[in-house]
């Protein structure tokens, strides 16, 4: 069965590094999303991009985040200097067109800022 | 007020219970409602997803919604211990052609063996 799939699957990194996390959607999707999991609390929506740009974007989504699809099959988030707070399990999906019921998860990259 | 609020538990219950997740909302504008199954430290497994108003059934699982209540619900019957998970309701809203998911809080379920 088609998955999403991201590396790292685990980070570790020093308080003002940027960070890449990276993302292989379903082949034939259109849609691709990040959300971000703090531990105990709920997903929540980060951005979503469709057709090479950034459809919507949460208010967490701020300058330090960048998004971008470098070649045909992989979707990447940036953090450009990360902070404490960004330390969360980050989420890439996919869906496959726009009719709004079938996103597909990733196993998610862990992300520890020290 | 939240626009999706889900009791966070952890609810325990009984191998073979049926089991009753629940999720409230209050934008209207909503108009996919699925359910994900989250493991520890996994990403959320989509389960259901429903679009009107009613029941929808798949194997032990039930999917119900009600729009007028803008209530939804999920019930797992002959609940397993695999079935021990964190369980996570969802709604879309389509905004600037695409769909936004807003994810309740979830409930954690332990089903002891």
């Known amino acids: 069965e088609p998955e999403v799939t991201q590396t790292p699957s685990h980070q570790v990194t020093q308080m003002g590094q940027e960070v890449i996390l990276r993302c292989v959607p379903i082949?034939?999707?259109?849609?691709f999303y990040w959300y971000r999991q703090i531990l105990g609390q709920k997903v929540e929506f980060l951005v979503s991009?469709?057709?090479?740009?950034?459809?919507?974007k949460s208010e967490i989504f701020d300058d330090q985040f960048s998004v971008e699809r470098p070649d045909g099959s992989n979707f990447t988030l940036k953090i450009r200097s990360t902070k404490l707070e960004d330390s969360a399990m980050y989420f890439c999906?996919?869906?496959?067109?726009?009719?709004?019921?079938?996103?597909?998860f990733g196993e998610g990259s862990w992300l520890t800022v020290v | 007020q939240k626009e999706v609020e889900q009791d966070p538990g952890p609810l325990s219950v009984p191998e073979g219970a049926i089991v009753s997740l629940n999720c409230t909302y209050s934008?209207?504008?909503?108009?996919?409602f699925m359910w994900y199954r989250q493991y520890s430290r996994k990403g959320p497994e989509l389960l259901m997803y429903?679009?009107?108003?009613g029941n929808k059934e798949d194997g032990r699982f039930t999917a119900q919604v009600d729009k007028s209540s803008k209530y939804i619900s999920l019930f797992i019957r002959d609940s397993q211990p695999s079935d021990s998970a964190t369980y996570l309701c969802?709604?879309?809203?389509?905004?600037?052609?695409?769909?936004?998911?807003?994810f309740g809080t979830g409930t954690r379920l332990k089903v002891l063996a």
């Open positions: 429903t679009y009107s108003s």
């Open positions: 934008n209207s504008a909503f108009q996919y």
């Open positions: 082949s034939n999707h259109l849609y």
């Open positions: 969802a709604m879309s809203v389509t905004t600037s052609g695409t769909y936004k998911y807003i």
């Open positions: 999906a996919s869906s496959g067109d726009s009719s709004g019921n079938t996103i597909y």
């Open positions: 991009f469709y057709n090479n740009e950034i459809s919507e």
